[in-house]
């Protein structure tokens, strides 16, 4: 019995971590196991053990299973820029192949729930013309979507989940995430996406002055991920 899902986002800085971590909470609560993988990410800061990632480190605080900082993000990078141009700088291949095997181990735990989170929106470029959206399709992923509220949300959400049912996925929910609380017309907007997405949404997070993923997991409901268990 196990679900996994690949975490995207309109944009970045959308609140992906923070829901995606209020997610795999929930999961616990509801007596689920659970895993994560941020394959790749930029902006990381260097400490004694290495390059740490805050988002990886919030998705690993998350996880049941023992799994190491290396084996969640294995591909951190130090400018915060974007991924394939961090790797270039550091002479590093980031390409689909490379970040799948350390992503399929994680996936070969089999936590009952698992995580893969992204960087930035669906078409993030990785080596070549290859983007983090073909890690998704590589894994044959169900997609859950991040839709930071504010103004022109509402485009970037249909675009995307055109962008991933053209690409042959599943998109499995969706989560609104109010990052800015003075929206015009926040509840109309709602009520477009939730009349225009192909899916179900999953909550709708407020603009939270500490947004740990106790207080997250409060405003997400996982029962329409749990039947592809």
């Known amino acids: 019995m196990t679900a996994v899902f690949f975490v995207t986002g309109t944009d970045t800085e959308v609140g992906k971590t923070t829901v995606a971590a209020g997610l795999l909470h929930a999961a616990r609560l509801a007596g689920l196991s659970t895993a994560a993988a ?3 990410a930029s902006g990381c800061e260097m400490s004694v053990d290495g390059l740490r990632n805050s988002d990886a480190l919030a998705l690993l605080g998350e996880c049941t299973l023992p799994l190491r900082y290396e084996e969640v993000n294995p591909f951190a990078f130090e400018p915060a820029i974007a991924p ?11 390409s689909v192949a490379a970040l799948a095997k350390p992503v399929r181990q994680i996936l070969a735990l089999q936590a009952q729930f698992s995580l893969v989170e992204g960087a930035g929106g669906w078409r993030v470029p990785l080596a070549g013309r290859e983007s983090l959206s073909d890690l998704a399709v590589q894994l044959g992923l ?11 949300c509402i485009n970037h959400a ?7 049912e053209r690409d042959g996925l599943r998109l499995a929910g969706w989560v609104a ?10 509840e109309e907007n709602l009520a477009t996406l939730t009349e225009r997405l192909p899916a179900p949404c999953l909550g709708r997070v ?5 947004a740990c993923p106790a207080e997250v997991a409060r405003y997400l409901d996982i029962g329409p991920l749990i039947p592809a268990c």
């Open 142 to 152: 169900p997609v859950i979507l991040v839709v930071g509220v504010r103004l022109g």
């Open 84 to 94: 394939h141009l961090a790797a270039r700088e550091a002479a590093v291949e980031l």
């Open 158 to 164: 249909l675009l995307t989940a055109e962008a991933i």
């Open 38 to 40: 941020k394959p790749v």
């Open 177 to 186: 995430n109010i990052v800015d609380p003075a929206t015009s017309r926040l």
């Open 206 to 210: 407020p603009h939270l002055s500490e």
